[in-house]
Structure formats: C-alpha cells, structure tokens
C-alpha cells in the first residue's frame, strides 16, 4: 500500500505536464502517454474480486484472501478465480492500537504456524509515517473465527519504541513474514518511503520484536542516489534454496494525476541464499544500491500499476502463483478499483518469470499455453 511525501507528489506533477485532468476527462488515446501497452508481459488471470493490496492463503480447500479495509475484510473461494464469498473480518472493531485510522487497517499478510493463523496487519494514513503494524490471531480458519486483537509489534513516527533505531527512521507498514528454512527463526520485513524495506527477528510467539529496545535489524532494499524511494509492499518467498525479497516499486494510488509512464507500481524481485541478504538482482545489482529485477508491471494498455503482491507457495499442482493487485485502464484507477490478478511462476535459471494462461503439468513443471490457445482459454472464461 502507500504514499507519497508531499515532495514526491509534487515532483511527479512536475514531470507529468501532459497528464492534468482526471482519468474520466481524458480519452484513452491521451492516456496512452501513459499506459504501457506491451505484450511482452502476459495479462493477469482475472481473480474476479476487488481487492487492495490482496494477501492468499491456501486453507483447507480454499483460497482465503485477505485486504486491507474495514476491520479487514475476508473472503473464500475454492479457485483464484472465484466465485468469492465473504466470510467476516479479522478485527470486530477498531484496532486496539492507539493510532490514527484504527477502523481501516491496510495490507494485511496471514500466515498459518502451529496451529494458529497470525494476521500482520498496517495503520498508517498516506503521506505520513506515523504507522503501526499489528498482529491478531486465530486458531480456526472458517466461516466462523473468533480472532484475538494482540495489538502493535512496531510503531513509527510515534508511539512506544518509535525512538528506537530503525523504527526512528523508517515507516511501519506493509509487513510480511518469512521463516529461515533451516534455523527456524521467523522473520518480519516491512517499509515503505522513508528508507524502504527492513527486517526483524520475530520472539518465538511471533507476536512481538526480539529484542525490541535493540532489535538485529537489517535493510533489504534501498535507492541510495535519488531522493524519491519508492520501493514498499514487501513479500518473501522461499524457493529451492534461494529466498525471494519481492517489492512494489513506484506509485501506488491516488491515481488522479498519472505519473511519466514506468513509475508506477511494478513488482521487483531479488534473490539471496541467505534470509537475511544481502539481495541481488539478476544483473548481480544488489537491491540495497536500487537494484530489482521487474517480474510484472503495466501492460497491453489495460493492466496499470501492479502491485501490493504476494506469493502461494507451490502445492501439489507444482507452480509457485504470483499473486497482486492491477488497475485495469477501462475500468478506473481508485484504490476501490483495484482487482485481484494472478499468473503461475516459472523459474529459469533460478529466475521467477510470469507465465502466460492458466496451465501447469501435474508433474510440476509449467505448461506454457501458446498466445492463440491461451486467447481463446481466455474468451472462454470472460466473455461466455
Ligand atoms: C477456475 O475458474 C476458471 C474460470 O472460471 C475455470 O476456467 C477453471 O476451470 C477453474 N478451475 C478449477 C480447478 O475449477
Ligand atoms: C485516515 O484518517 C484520516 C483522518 O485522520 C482520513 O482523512 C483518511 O481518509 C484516512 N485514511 C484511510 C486510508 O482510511
Ligand atoms: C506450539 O503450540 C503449542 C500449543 O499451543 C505450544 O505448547 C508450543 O509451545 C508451540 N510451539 C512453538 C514452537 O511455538
Ligand atoms: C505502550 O506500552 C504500554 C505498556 O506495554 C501500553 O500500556 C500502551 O498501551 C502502549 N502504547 C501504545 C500506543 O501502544
Ligand atoms: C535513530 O536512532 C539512532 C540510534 O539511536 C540515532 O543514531 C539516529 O540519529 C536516530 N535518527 C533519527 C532521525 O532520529
Ligand atoms: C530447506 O530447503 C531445502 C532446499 O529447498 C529443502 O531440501 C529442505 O527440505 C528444506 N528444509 C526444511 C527444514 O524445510
Ligand atoms: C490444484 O488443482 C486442482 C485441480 O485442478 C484443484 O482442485 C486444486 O484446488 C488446486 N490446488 C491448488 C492449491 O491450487
Ligand atoms: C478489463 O475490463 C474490461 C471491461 O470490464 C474487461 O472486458 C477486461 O476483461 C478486463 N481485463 C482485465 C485484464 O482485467
């Protein structure tokens, strides 16, 4: 999810001097200034649900997808594709945490550990870092979970700890969760704007910082030379040895004025055989010098900023998913806007590379579905 400081914003009304009135007033030939319009990219498999900044996890035959709004709102389904139906909230009312826009947490990210369901969720408002991230839990996922509110593990901007090295300089946003494949130790990434992404040791509760008064932190990404950073929505994956640092890289939202094509959302990717970094990019950059490998971004002149995305490990149809939000030209460009998109993953040479259609092998491996077949698969499942 995100914001700008008032001096991004600025600047990209600076540098968008074609782009002034809003999308409703403009024609789609003036906005394709700037939509991308490649079809290098494949378009997303349509997951049929409005969704900000999604989060999925695969429960018991169901998809369940989580996204910031009111209290949280869950929904179910038994394909990505829907049909979706809403099964409550994760909060029963405002957060617990005294902050401000308790009732209306942002990107939310569920995990399932021994038995219990934890819901990493943000308070925060655009524009600024005062922010936390929380964390509820349940012990059954289902039409009728009972959640329990454990309030914030980090504050920034203010609140307690929120003087403490890197609280006092980064944002408390968009968390996600990793597990260190061998140690066991689990591990909290988040950040956004303001010296972007971090990570933290988790307590064996996974409800609190190890350590909070002198946490082992580390950063994961970083643009040093530029004063806009816009690198946020962190996801970490763990595929064959290597951990996967994921991001969103650009504008989110507030869509009103469009930035110069190419800096909005686009989802970047970094590898590392070490939870804990430092990440590389495939041209060997390391993410903290600005490096990211773009895995998917705008395309076909109707997937705009893509982002706030996540990763459903692998299960027994053999493909990694890739998972996101787009903004789709024809439709509009609020976050209330925003769709749930996803694509399997193929790796090459370690790589994670966007597959085109909706096919994989049961032996794992992807069957990439030729542009014409996966058009007509596509005009089967829309347009029938
Ligand atoms: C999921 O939904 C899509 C679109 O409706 C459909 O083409 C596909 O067959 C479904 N998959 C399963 C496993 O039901
Ligand atoms: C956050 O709260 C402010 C008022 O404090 C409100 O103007 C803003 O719309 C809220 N943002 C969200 C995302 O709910
Ligand atoms: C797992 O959960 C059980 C039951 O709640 C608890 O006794 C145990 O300590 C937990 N183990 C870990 C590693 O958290
Ligand atoms: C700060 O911590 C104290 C003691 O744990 C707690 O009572 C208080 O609610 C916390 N404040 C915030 C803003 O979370
Ligand atoms: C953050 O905390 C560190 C460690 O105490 C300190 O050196 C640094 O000056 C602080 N930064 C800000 C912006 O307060
Ligand atoms: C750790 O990852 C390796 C390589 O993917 C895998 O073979 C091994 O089973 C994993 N170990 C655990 C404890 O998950
Ligand atoms: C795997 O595919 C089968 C059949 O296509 C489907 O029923 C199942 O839900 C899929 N599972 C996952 C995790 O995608
Ligand atoms: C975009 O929206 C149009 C109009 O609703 C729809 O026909 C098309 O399938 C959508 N494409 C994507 C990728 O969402």
Redesign the pocket.
């Given at each position: 999810m995100m914001h700008f400081p008032t001096y991004a914003s600025l600047s990209l009304l600076l540098i968008s001097p074609l782009i002034s009135a809003t999308p409703a007033s403009q024609s789609i030939s003036q906005l394709s200034q700037v939509y991308d319009t490649t079809d290098r990219l494949p378009l997303p498999n349509q997951g049929n649900i409005v969704a900000h900044d999604p989060n999925i996890l695969f429960w018991e035959d169901y998809y369940y997808l989580f996204k910031g709004g009111v209290h949280i709102p869950i929904n179910r389904a038994k394909n990505l594709s829907g049909p979706w139906e809403s099964v409550g909230t994760v909060l029963d009312g405002p957060s617990i945490i005294d902050t401000q826009n308790r009732t209306r947490p942002w990107a939310p990210t569920t995990i399932y550990a021994n038995g219990t369901f934890y819901c990493y969720y943000t308070l925060s408002e655009h524009g600024s870092r005062t922010s936390a991230i929380g964390v509820a839990t349940t012990t059954s996922l289902g039409t009728s979970s009972t959640w329990v509110d454990h309030g914030a593990l980090i504050h920034t901007g203010k609140g307690n700890r929120s003087e403490i090295w890197p609280f006092n300089i980064t944002n408390a946003i968009d968390a996600s969760f990793i597990t260190d494949?061998?140690t066991g130790q689990s591990y909290l990434n988040w950040g956004s704007f303001w010296h972007d992404i971090w990570q933290v040791p988790l307590s064996d509760d996974l409800l609190s910082i190890k350590n909070p008064e002198a946490p082992d932190a580390v950063q994961l990404t970083f643009i040093p030379d530029q004063k806009k950073k816009p690198e946020e929505g962190s996801w970490m994956s763990?595929?064959?040895?290597y951990y996967y640092a994921w991001f969103s890289h650009g504008k989110c939202c507030k869509f009103k004025t469009f930035p110069a094509r190419g800096e909005e959302y686009e989802i970047r990717v970094g590898r590392s055989e070490n939870v804990r970094g430092s990440f590389v990019d495939k041209d060997g950059t390391k993410l903290l010098d600005g490096g990211g490998t773009i895995v998917y971004a705008s395309n076909h002149g109707v997937v705009y900023a893509p982002g706030g995305l996540g990763v459903l490990p692998a299960s027994g149809n053999g493909s990694d998913i890739l998972y996101y939000h787009y903004l789709n030209t024809s439709i509009g460009f609020a976050d209330e806007d925003a769709h749930l998109g996803w694509n399997y993953l193929n790796y090459e040479d370690g790589w994670p590379v966007v597959v085109d259609g909706v096919g994989t092998t049961s032996a794992g491996s992807i069957l990439a579905i030729p542009s014409w077949l996966a058009f007509i698969t596509a005009m089967c499942m829309f347009h029938l």
């Amino acid at each position: 999810m995100m914001h700008f400081p008032t001096y991004a914003s600025l600047s990209l009304l600076l540098i968008s001097p074609l782009i002034s009135a809003t999308p409703a007033s403009q024609s789609i030939s003036q906005l394709s200034q700037v939509y991308d319009t490649t079809d290098r990219l494949p378009l997303p498999n349509q997951g049929n649900i409005v969704a900000h900044d999604p989060n999925i996890l695969f429960w018991e035959d169901y998809y369940y997808l989580f996204k910031g709004g009111v209290h949280i709102p869950i929904n179910r389904a038994k394909n990505l594709s829907g049909p979706w139906e809403s099964v409550g909230t994760v909060l029963d009312g405002p957060s617990i945490i005294d902050t401000q826009n308790r009732t209306r947490p942002w990107a939310p990210t569920t995990i399932y550990a021994n038995g219990t369901f934890y819901c990493y969720y943000t308070l925060s408002e655009h524009g600024s870092r005062t922010s936390a991230i929380g964390v509820a839990t349940t012990t059954s996922l289902g039409t009728s979970s009972t959640w329990v509110d454990h309030g914030a593990l980090i504050h920034t901007g203010k609140g307690n700890r929120s003087e403490i090295w890197p609280f006092n300089i980064t944002n408390a946003i968009d968390a996600s969760f990793i597990t260190d494949n061998v140690t066991g130790q689990s591990y909290l990434n988040w950040g956004s704007f303001w010296h972007d992404i971090w990570q933290v040791p988790l307590s064996d509760d996974l409800l609190s910082i190890k350590n909070p008064e002198a946490p082992d932190a580390v950063q994961l990404t970083f643009i040093p030379d530029q004063k806009k950073k816009p690198e946020e929505g962190s996801w970490m994956s763990f595929h064959e040895g290597y951990y996967y640092a994921w991001f969103s890289h650009g504008k989110c939202c507030k869509f009103k004025t469009f930035p110069a094509r190419g800096e909005e959302y686009e989802i970047r990717v970094g590898r590392s055989e070490n939870v804990r970094g430092s990440f590389v990019d495939k041209d060997g950059t390391k993410l903290l010098d600005g490096g990211g490998t773009i895995v998917y971004a705008s395309n076909h002149g109707v997937v705009y900023a893509p982002g706030g995305l996540g990763v459903l490990p692998a299960s027994g149809n053999g493909s990694d998913i890739l998972y996101y939000h787009y903004l789709n030209t024809s439709i509009g460009f609020a976050d209330e806007d925003a769709h749930l998109g996803w694509n399997y993953l193929n790796y090459e040479d370690g790589w994670p590379v966007v597959v085109d259609g909706v096919g994989t092998t049961s032996a794992g491996s992807i069957l990439a579905i030729p542009s014409w077949l996966a058009f007509i698969t596509a005009m089967c499942m829309f347009h029938l």
